[in-house]
């Protein structure tokens, strides 16, 4: 059984950090290709960053880079979005995303940026 589990979400103030990991099971996680989405209040889903399963290159959004670190732990099947200097735009739903030929979705973790 697939299991894709986020956490590390919560409320911030603005320049706070969080960081959110995503634990999953029931595939060869170190063959997939994960990421981080968000969707904001009204908004679309939105790719935040993502990690290559092999080499371990990473993307990020225009909107997050410098402040955002993606990385993964393959021993521990799990991968994590570091957020510093976050702001009030940065508040939503944040979705783990594993992805090689089918992807497989967690059900997500609310970030909320505010004072």
């Known amino acids: 059984q697939v299991q894709v589990v986020e956490s590390g979400g919560g409320l911030v103030q603005p320049g706070g950090s969080l960081r959110l990991s995503c634990a999953t099971s029931g595939f060869i996680f170190s063959n997939y290709a994960m990421s981080w989405y968000r969707q904001a209040p009204g908004k679309e889903r939105e790719l935040v960053a993502g990690i290559l399963s092999v080499g371990g290159s990473t993307t990020y959004a225009d909107s997050v880079k410098g402040r955002f670190t993606i990385s993964r732990d393959d021993a521990k099947n799990t991968v994590y979005l570091q957020m510093n200097s976050l702001k009030p735009e940065d508040t939503a739903v944040y979705y783990c995303?594993?992805?090689?030929?089918?992807?497989?979705w967690g059900q997500g973790t609310q970030v909320t940026v505010s004072s």
């Open positions: 995303k594993a992805s090689r030929v089918r992807a497989y």
